[in-house]
């Protein structure tokens, strides 16, 4: 079953704009992740927030998460055409070593 | 170089096959998960295992099969019972706070 819904399901910016994804999820959650997939690879591991945490930086990338509204965003500033990939979130229920329920991702296009 | 393996990289099963998709680790990660993608889609889990000889099923474990002899290796078999097994299947190894790091996948096609 889909935990995590990501919107917009497309969004196609120019480089040195910024990209904000949104995720939703449905219920209580330990930790949230986001993912990046370039066509036809394997998922790449971005960061990762707790349910304790509001915001989180790393490098071009913020994430925020209000558990009160259930939701998630992630933002990329000074997009670059490397950037161009499929974005997921993904929701941990427990600590440890949890399964993860993924949404259906954002898929971002950046032009030079 | 630590990281995580699958083979092959393109799969092809003719009608009643069972093929095996291979996944190693060097992470010295204890738990490991079979994913399928279909177009489009986000990742379903198939099978998961937190420990040597011990896995669960996943969401869509109906027509699949995995076995966990060794820390380093989680194979997964797609029987001929799976009926439609053409897919993206991604494969992962999870760290101390449960992030995973995937292997590149394998793309099977049943003919």
């Known amino acids: 079953s889909q935990q995590g819904e990501e919107d917009p399901q497309a969004l196609s910016i120019q480089e040195g704009e910024n990209a904000t994804m949104n995720c939703s999820y449905k219920?209580?959650?330990?930790?949230l992740q986001w993912y990046r997939q370039n066509s036809g690879r394997g998922l790449v591991h971005l960061i990762l927030?707790?349910?304790?945490?509001r915001e989180k930086h790393s490098g071009r990338l913020r994430v925020t998460l209000d558990t009160s509204k259930k939701s998630s965003s992630l933002l990329i500033t000074a997009s670059r055409a490397a950037d161009t990939a499929s974005y997921f979130c993904a929701t941990a229920t427990n600590s440890g070593y949890s399964t993860l329920t993924f949404g259906k991702g954002t898929m971002l296009l950046v032009s030079p | 170089d630590g990281g995580i393996t699958q083979s092959p990289k393109y799969l092809f099963r003719k009608e009643g096959q069972n093929v095996t998709l291979s996944c190693e680790q060097n992470l010295n990660h204890d738990a490991m998960y079979w994913y399928r993608q279909d177009p489009g889609q986000g990742l379903r889990l198939i099978y998961y295992s937190q420990i040597v000889n011990d896995f669960q099923k996943g969401d869509i474990a109906e027509g699949y099969s995995v076995s966990r002899e060794k820390k380093e290796s989680f194979p997964l078999t797609v029987t001929s019972a799976q009926k439609n097994p053409t897919a993206f299947y991604l494969c992962a190894s999870a760290g101390l706070y449960n992030e995973q790091f995937f292997g590149p996948g394998t793309r099977l096609t049943v003919l």
């Open positions: 927030i707790r349910s304790n945490e």
């Open positions: 219920t209580s959650i330990n930790n």
